[in-house]
């Protein structure tokens, strides 16, 4: 069973492919990044990937923190005006062989804009 309701399995599953990663540096700065990602449904994880990701910032910030954000987000509509997100906030993993990537295992959700109303949950794991 997955820690993430239907109505955010059909987001994450619908064809977004464009997030937004937050870590924070070792001197306590956020770092925010366009990434590309995409639900990994075995592991019901959100893994990040990108060109040379094992020399950038956001894999060593994960490296040496082990802790992560991202949010996938678009807008259904400008008029009216409709935003619709997932925000994953958890454990992460900047993992590098066989082929370097990061992987969130989430802890917290926040949901809106999903036809279910907003949601936020602490998810066991």
């Known amino acids: 069973m997955s ?3 239907e109505a ?5 599953t619908g064809g ?11 001197d306590g700065t956020p770092h925010v990044v366009p990434v590309g990602w995409i639900y990994n449904a075995a592991r019901d994880a959100i893994d990040v990937g990108g060109n040379e990701l094992e020399q950038s910032k956001k894999f060593r910030d994960i490296a040496r923190s082990g802790r992560a954000a991202i949010v996938i987000d ?4 400008t008029d009216p005006w409709r935003p619709r997100a ?4 958890g454990r992460a993993e900047a ?8 992987r969130i295992y989430p802890e917290r959700i926040i949901s809106w804009g999903l036809g279910q109303g907003s949601s936020a949950r ?4």
């Open 16 to 26: 977004q492919q464009l997030g937004r990663l937050a870590t924070v540096g070792a």
């Open 3 to 5: 820690v993430f309701t």
């Open 95 to 102: 993992i590098a062989l066989p082929t370097p990537l990061i």
């Open 122 to 125: 602490t998810v066991a794991r």
């Open 8 to 12: 955010e399995l059909r987001y994450l």
């Open 86 to 89: 997932v925000e994953v906030r």
């Open 74 to 77: 678009d807008l259904e509509s």
